[in-house]
């Protein structure tokens, strides 16, 4: 057993079985874009370590745990004093050294639980977070987001009809950009009309249900393994349902097939179209705008909290009230404001649009 300050490392106390099982949690579904930030934060670390004549960090934490965190903590202090890298980027290199210390384990070259080595770290880091203001991710209003929906439609090839189906999917459904390209065909199916789920408080009929395949707190002990979201809206529907037919999908093929870079350049030339691309809208602002739409028209906010599951009802009041004041207050340049307008009233019509007339006219576009 190897203690150092108050961390129990557990080290040879559980069976090699254990450990297996904790690691791959953290080894599951890593992209190769999110493979590459790990990477990037991990080299620039050992740039440091470098200078001052220490061994690359998953090397030291394998000889001397003890001495792994103290350089760790010292290199995360020296972030915070000096200001150079963000929380999120201070995140990527926390989760990066705890998957490569789970890869070790794996190949039999550390006997010792990443969780509870990388515990006082992962401490350290939220302390600091509550200190170091965070750049809150900007919603997007919903007026917007069907302007960028009526732009990819109009577009016409086949990536900008699939993203403009994703923007549909997480406003309306309130769910994550990747648990939105995770999606299949097969996952999102309709009601039976003898099935359909009426809620007393909002009248308010549930026509879908959208299966999360890869839900990003799916593996947390606070949420459910496997979790869905129910879909409201007709239009929905229609339009998911016309992509289908006029794509001639299989049920396992994915709803977004290409990768995570090339949505947000769809996404990206959507916003330049309408003249909203110095504007911080990013498709991660989708869930945000769809928790202040569904607030807005229902005034619910445990309904709110269930359908766009979130665990702690206080951690979504927070999160509303920062949501709701970004939308309120974010405003749209005049020059694009008639524009967005426009194309938001188009959206309207396009949802109910067959599939014979969405099919791509053109190949996908490049880039």
């Not at 106390?13 to 930030?37: A, G, I, N, P, Y």
């Not at 577009?155 to 993203?163: V, Y």
């Not at 309408?274 to 005034?299: M, Q, W």
Request: with cysteine.
């Amino acid at each position: 057993m190897i203690v150092f300050g108050h961390l129990d490392v557990g080290l040879s106390v559980r069976s090699r079985m254990t450990l297996r099982v904790e690691t791959d949690l953290l080894l599951d579904d890593v992209t190769k874009d999110t493979l590459f930030t790990y990477g990037r934060a991990i080299d620039r670390l050992n740039v440091w370590l470098a200078c001052r004549s220490f061994a690359p960090t998953i090397d030291i934490a394998c000889e001397d745990p003890g001495q792994f965190i103290a350089l760790i903590a010292e290199n995360l202090q020296r972030q915070f004093v000096l200001k150079l890298l963000g929380p999120s980027q201070v995140g990527h290199l926390l989760s990066g050294l705890s998957r490569e210390l789970s890869l070790r384990v794996l190949k039999g070259q550390l006997l010792i639980q990443p969780r509870a080595l990388m515990a006082v770290l992962w401490k350290m880091f939220s302390a600091w977070k509550k200190k170091v203001p965070v750049d809150t991710r900007v919603p997007v209003p919903r007026r917007v987001a069907l302007a960028i929906f009526a732009t990819l439609v109009v577009r016409g090839d086949e990536k900008s009809l699939r993203a403009a189906l994703c923007v549909l999917l997480m406003v309306h459904c309130i769910c994550r950009p990747e648990e939105v390209r995770a999606a299949q065909w097969s996952d999102i199916v309709r009601v039976a009309v003898e099935d359909l789920l009426q809620s007393a408080v909002t009248s308010c009929a549930v026509l879908g249900i959208f299966a999360i395949r890869k839900a990003k707190t799916r593996h947390s002990q606070k949420h459910a393994a496997s979790q869905h979201v129910t879909v409201l809206c007709e239009g929905v529907l229609n339009f998911f349902e016309a992509m289908r037919l006029a794509l001639g999908a299989n049920e396992s093929e994915p709803i977004w097939t290409w990768s995570e870079f090339a949505f947000r350049q769809v996404w990206d030339w959507a916003l330049e179209e309408l003249g909203l691309r110095h504007l911080p809208f990013t498709p991660g602002g989708c869930r945000g705008g769809g928790a202040v739409l569904h607030y807005l028209i229902f005034s619910n906010v445990p309904w709110l909290r269930r359908r766009g599951r979130w665990k702690n009802e206080d951690t979504l009041e927070h999160y509303l009230q920062e949501a709701a004041y970004f939308v309120a207050t974010t405003p749209l340049p005049r020059a694009s404001l008639d524009l967005v307008t426009m194309r938001a009233r188009l959206a309207e019509e396009l949802i109910w649009l067959p599939a014979v007339a969405l099919r791509p006219t053109r190949p996908p576009a490049q880039g």
